[in-house]
């Protein structure tokens, strides 16, 4: 019997295809009368393909009876209640690991980025303020700074191991030490005043909600730099704008937001941020191989029983 699979998004056009090909895919994002939808074949549905940004309504998953599985494309899982997936049974996969290169390559972007005020110095030599003006402001070096990292996991680790050749000291804040040689430090305020640049790169969710405060800008300083890979929650975006407006803190590059895609439009009139519109992972070599672990997922859940890469 063909399984009933609810795709919330097309994660690749290509790999939605795939499971079309093996599966009855409804795409409930095209879906005008989605109630409707939900009462004739919600309990058809055994299997939802979702990613980390669109995630897993609890209310959508109390219309589907019999889902058996929820295959989501990306590695955040805050939007997904894992609680509730365990009360029902329910197993979750991501696509972890193979997003860490990209999105390590682009926090060491942001993070050279702001320090060297790349868009200050594009706008420059584009706009003709070289000839009129003369040289740019002078920038900061990289090298022989302080960079504290907020969550060590794998997308850390790559950063540090991309960033110590650039000349950094590592240090890091987490629930726990690692095995590794950088520097521990029990509180993410200490962490903040020891570093030049604090790099996010920890999980979303409620555990870390606005940790980002006032209080750690204020210890990070007035040359220090925010770089945010992590999640937009992480960050109390209205306790950054106000210490980018009155320069506690030096700058900041931002991949990701508090109410993506809206992004503030204050960010947007600070010469030294640097934003990018959460596409850390968007390169076409790093989507195309989640879409295929999606798929995997789907497929070696239909023939086994089993995820490749389950986190419940």
């Known amino acids: 019997m063909t399984r009933s699979v609810l795709a919330l998004l097309d994660v690749r056009p290509a790999h939605t295809a795939m499971i079309a090909e093996r599966y009855d895919v409804h795409r409930f994002d095209q879906i005008e009368d989605k109630s409707a939808f939900l009462d004739e074949t919600g309990s058809k549905i055994t299997a939802v393909v979702t990613s980390a940004r669109v995630g897993m309504p609890v209310d959508l998953m109390d219309r589907l009876p019999n ?10 899982y805050d939007l997904i209640d894992l609680e509730a997936c365990r ?21 060491i972007m942001l993070m050279h980025a702001t320090m060297r ?82 790099m996010l790169s920890c999980p979303g969710g409620d555990a870390t909600k606005g940790i980002i405060d006032t209080q750690v800008l204020s210890a990070l300083g007035s040359s220090g730099v925010l770089i945010n890979i992590a999640r937009g929650s992480v ?17 900041a590059g931002l991949d990701v937001f508090d109410n993506e895609p809206n992004v503030d439009r204050t960010l947007a009139g600070f010469d030294n ?23 995997d997922n789907l497929n070696a859940w239909d023939e086994r029983g089993a995820l490749i890469t389950p986190i419940i």
């Not at 193979?98 to 926090?107: E, G, N, Q, S």
């Not at 990289?142 to 000291?169: F, M, N």
């Not at 960050?235 to 950054?240: S, T, Y």
């Open 273 to 295: 941020v640097v934003l990018y519109p959460h596409a850390a992972s968007g390169t076409v070599e790093t989507r195309d191989a989640m879409g295929q672990l999606v798929v």
């Open 87 to 107: 009360k029902r049974g329910v197993r979750v996969s991501t696509t972890p690991d193979i997003l860490t290169d990209d999105v390590a390559d682009t926090a």
């Open 117 to 198: 005020q790349l868009i200050v110095g594009d706008d420059w030599a584009r706009s003709g303020k070289w000839v009129k003006n003369g040289p740019m402001t002078l920038t900061r070096s990289i090298r022989d700074k302080k960079l504290g990292i907020v969550g060590l996991g794998r997308i850390g680790q790559a950063i540090a191991s991309r960033a110590i050749p650039s000349g950094v000291e590592v240090g890091y804040f987490g629930r726990s030490p690692k095995a590794v040689d950088y520097t521990f430090f029990e509180s993410l305020s200490a962490l903040a005043d020891w570093a030049d640049i604090l």
């Open 235 to 251: 960050v109390d975006e209205a306790a950054l704008i106000a210490a980018l407006k009155g320069k506690v803190i030096a700058g």
């Open 67 to 76: 889902l058996e599985v929820i295959t989501s494309f990306g590695v955040g």
